[in-house]
């Protein structure tokens, strides 16, 4: 199995950054794709970006400009970069990969970490 561990969330002003941090751990065949999800109290999880293993980016339309999705191949880590924070982005930020182990294949969720945008 293939385990996700986020770090990074916090309390941050409007307007403010944060960087999260996401990294892979366990028996490794190889990580296709891996993104970043969030869910607010109340809504549904929402894809926010992803990269694929070959680091093209994708974005939800709601944080286009504002957050960079990044990854580092050889240590199994993905990031993301939130700048331009809004109370809207408040939300459980949950880490995702896809990956394959010799013939079989999964899927597997960090914990969560918490981001607050208040002042």
């Not at 990294?23 to 296709?32: C, F, K, L, P, Q």
């Not at 994708?58 to 944080?63: E, Q």
């Not at 580092?72 to 990031?79: C, E, F, G, I, L």
């Not at 880490?95 to 969560?112: P, T």
Request: hydrophobic share 35%.
């Amino acid at each position: 199995q293939v385990q996700l561990v986020e770090s990074g969330g916090g309390l941050v002003q409007p307007g403010g950054s944060l960087r999260l941090s996401c990294v892979a751990s366990g028996r490794i065949g190889s990580i296709n794709a891996m993104g970043w999800y969030r869910q607010a109290p109340g809504k549904q999880r929402e894809l926010v970006a992803s990269v694929t293993s070959g680091g093209t980016p994708n974005y939800a339309d709601s944080v286009k400009g504002r957050f960079t999705i990044s990854r580092d191949t050889a240590k199994n880590t993905v990031y993301l970069q939130m700048s331009s924070l809004k109370p809207w982005d408040t939300a459980v930020y949950l880490c995702n990969a896809e990956w394959r182990v010799g013939l079989h294949y999964g899927s597997s969720w960090g914990q969560g970490t918490q981001v607050t945008v208040s002042s």
